[in-house]
C-alpha cells in the first residue's frame, strides 16, 4: 500500500492524515532507523528481582519480598542481598525449585470486532486471547485495550516492565484512530475538539484532528495520547455524535499495515528496541 502525502495548508482534509483505499495513515510515523539511538551495553547479569519477575514468580516489588524472607538461592546459597546480581549459568532456586527467565515475546493483533480484551470472560464471550493463543510459547497479555467493538492494532507480551512503559500516562504514547461517525463532523464541532474539551472526569486535549481525505465528513482521524476510558468514544458522544466505527490504526509507532483483521504477526527486532527506547 502506498501513502499519499497531503500538502499543507488551512483545508482540515490536509493537515494531518493520508487516506487511500480506506486505509489512515499517519503523516508523522516515527520509525527505529530514524531515532539515532544507540542501546547500552550490558554485561549479560541480570538484578535477582528482575530475574524472578522474567521467571514469572513475582512482580519484582514483590520479588524483592521473597529475596528479603530468604526464599530465593543462587548456586545453593540463600541471597537476602538487595541488588544482587545474577550471572550467566547460575542456577536460581525459589522454594527448593531451579527457575529460569521466559524468553520475551511481542505480538501485533489486527483485533477484529466482538472479542474482548481481557485474558478471560465470566460471561463466557470471547477474548483476544483465543486470536493469540498459539502466537507465543509463553503466556502473553495484551498491552491496554480496545473495546470490545473497537478494531485495529493491539500490542501483546510478556514484558511487564515495556507494558507498564507503555501504559503509563507520563510516557505519552501515541495512538491513531480512525472514526466513522452515524452523522456528517460540523467544522465547528472539529474546531471545538482541536481546542479541547470538558468531559465529565477533565478536560482533554487531542493532539490533531481532521476529516479523513476522499472520504465523507462523518470519517475522521484522530492522534491522541489519553489512555482515558472509552475517551475517543466519549469526545464524540460529548458532542452530541455516535462513534459507529472506530479502527485504531496505530499505537507506539506500531501499524497494521499488510495485517489482515483477525490476524498477528510477531515484532521485528529493531521494532522491539524502538518500543524500549520510547
Known amino acids: 500500500m502506498k501513502k499519499r502525502e497531503t500538502g499543507k495548508g488551512k483545508n ?3 493537515n494531518f492524515s493520508a487516506y487511500k483505499g480506506k486505509k489512515f ?6 520509525t527505529p ?3 539515532g539511538v544507540v542501546p547500552p551495553k550490558t554485561d549479560g547479569n541480570m538484578r535477582l ?4 519477575a522474567h521467571a514469572g514468580i513475582a512482580s519484582r516489588r514483590e520479588a524483592d519480598e ?6 530465593v538461592s543462587v548456586n545453593g546459597n540463600i541471597v537476602t542481598e538487595m541488588g544482587y546480581k545474577v550471572k550467566p549459568g547460575d542456577r536460581v532456586q525459589f522454594n527448593g525449585e531451579t527457575i529460569k527467565p521466559e524468553s520475551k515475546a511481542y505480538v501485533l493483533l489486527n483485533k477484529p470486532k466482538n472479542f474482548i480484551t481481557t485474558t478471560e ?15 507465543a510459547p509463553v503466556r502473553i497479555y495484551p498491552v491496554g485495550r480496545l473495546d470490545r467493538n473497537t478494531t485495529g492494532v493491539l500490542l501483546f507480551t510478556n514484558d511487564g516492565d515495556l507494558a507498564k512503559k507503555l501504559t503509563h500516562p507520563q510516557h505519552n504514547i501515541e495512538k ?3 472514526v466513522k461517525l452515524n452523522k456528517n463532523l460540523k467544522s465547528n464541532d472539529l474546531d471545538k475538539i482541536r481546542a479541547g474539551l470538558k468531559l465529565p472526569d477533565g478536560f482533554i486535549q487531542v493532539d490533531e484532528a481532521s476529516y479523513i481525505k476522499n472520504a465523507p465528513h462523518s470519517e475522521v482521524g484522530l492522534k491522541i495520547h489519553s489512555g482515558r476510558n472509552r475517551i475517543v468514544r466519549r469526545i464524540f458522544e460529548h458532542l452530541g455524535y455516535e462513534v459507529i466505527k472506530l479502527d485504531r490504526v496505530l499505537f507506539a509507532g506500531l501499524t497494521k499495515k499488510d495485517l489482515k483483521r483477525g490476524h498477528w504477526r510477531h515484532l521485528t527486532k ?9
Do not use: C, Q
Not at 25 to 30: C, I, L, T, W
Not at 121 to 135: A, F, I, N, Y
Open 25 to 30: 495513515v499517519s503523516k508523522n510515523r516515527n
Open 176 to 178: 491513531i484512530y480512525h
Open 270 to 278: 529493531k521494532e522491539v528496541d524502538f518500543l524500549k527506547m520510547l
Open 121 to 135: 470472560d465470566e460471561k463466557g464471550r470471547k477474548t483476544v486471547m483465543e486470536l493469540v493463543e498459539k502466537s
Open 49 to 52: 528481582n528482575k530475574y524472578l
Open 12 to 14: 482540515p482534509k490536509k
Open 66 to 71: 521473597l529475596i528479603k524472607i530468604g526464599a
Open 33 to 35: 532507523k530514524n531515532s
